[in-house]
């Protein structure tokens, strides 16, 4: 992994961007380097000369180059995440129309159902399926002013998730940077017609709040605007310096630690975790429900201060769900996954 390092030469402190490359002959260790400076730069000429670094490295044969704030996700780990991404995405393009909306949709469905059940809905995926199959029509009907009798509260929350998708796709498809006005909109749409949570869509909680079962105390609700400022700051001063996947997980377990909303933080931190993802050419990635026990504990150890279990969970989740996706359809060369797992 690409490091910012050190040095200290009579008295005077210099700074250099090195990656450790092996040669191809000799299979030698060698440090390539390039010199910042007497301070690290500013974030954006940072970026920029990461950038031409890693851009000379790959006419090396070097490939990928994690950025240098990354800590988790080694060289290793994001070849295997690239060549997965860029697998799935050849997969996708590859399918008919009609056979890539309806892959489209099931992943669509699974994570509307395995992203509320985690939070305790009995929806399964053919109930979830249905719910939002009817959405249309039920939505057209009460556009009209008829009331639409016998819905409960999960196939509200399922709805209003499917919502959020729809919002979150056409702002991914501006790449509009992600902010407290994206967050505030699709936390909006996500508590919708939920019976006494009202007065919370859409705002940062203005009550504290506890997970049932845990001790854990997050922070006091006249702190989260401010650590929601904070956090988004960190956000835009990692991008580009982070690797997605890792900036990613980060952002999602820092926001769950904040829990800015009274309700629906979970869900949130999963589709926001999604969204940074996918402006960075990553695939969409479902947190199983069958993995929930796993996850929930990667976020306890968040919780503490443990940033690196999720963002390894994540990566595992990305290779292992693209792979999948191949496989799964019987493409011919589903096989060129097999190194991913070695």
């Not at 016998?150 to 919002?167: F, P, S, T, Y």
């Not at 501006?174 to 949570?197: C, M, P, Q, S, W």
Request: glycine share 6%.
């Amino acid at each position: 992994m690409s490091r910012i390092l050190s040095r200290k030469v009579k008295g005077k402190r210099y700074y250099y961007l090195e990656e450790s490359v092996k040669q191809k002959h000799g299979g030698k260790w060698v440090k390539e380097s390039v010199y910042l400076g007497g301070a690290v730069p500013e974030r954006s000429d940072l970026l920029k000369i990461f950038k031409d670094f890693s851009s000379g490295l790959k006419k090396k044969g070097v490939w990928p180059v994690t950025p240098p704030y990354t800590e988790f996700v080694t060289r290793s780990l994001a070849s295997k995440l690239e060549t997965a991404a860029e697998r799935k995405k050849e997969f996708v393009n590859a399918l008919p129309p009609e056979k890539r909306k309806a892959f489209c949709e099931r992943e669509r469905i699974t994570f509307i159902t395995d992203s509320n059940a985690i939070e305790g809905s009995t929806l399964d995926y053919w109930l979830t399926e249905r719910v939002v199959s009817d959405q249309a029509r039920t939505e057209r009907l009460q556009k009209r002013g008829f009331v639409v009798t016998g819905i409960d509260r999960e196939e509200q929350e399922a709805m209003n998730l499917n919502k959020c998708l729809d919002v979150y796709e056409n702002l991914l498809a501006r790449k509009t940077d992600l902010n407290e006005e994206v967050i505030l909109r699709l936390h909006f749409i996500l508590l919708a017609k939920i019976d006494g949570y009202e007065q919370y869509q859409g705002v940062w909680r203005p009550v504290n709040v506890r997970i049932r079962g845990s001790d854990h105390v997050f922070p006091d609700h006249s702190e989260v605007q401010s650590l929601m400022k904070n956090l988004l700051s960190w956000y835009k001063e990692n991008e580009g310096l982070v690797h997605p996947v890792e900036l990613a997980a980060k952002f999602h377990t820092k926001f769950t630690g904040v829990h800015p909303f009274a309700d629906g933080n979970g869900r949130m931190a999963r589709l926001l975790m999604n969204y940074v993802l996918q402006l960075n050419g990553f695939p969409f990635t479902n947190i199983p429900l069958k993995r929930r026990s796993a996850y929930m504990k990667t976020q306890a150890v968040g919780n503490k201060g443990g940033l690196r279990p999720f963002a390894l969970f994540l990566a595992e989740e990305i290779v292992k769900q693209s792979e999948n996706s191949v496989l799964k359809a019987g493409l011919k060369n589903g096989s060129a996954f097999q190194h991913l797992n070695e």
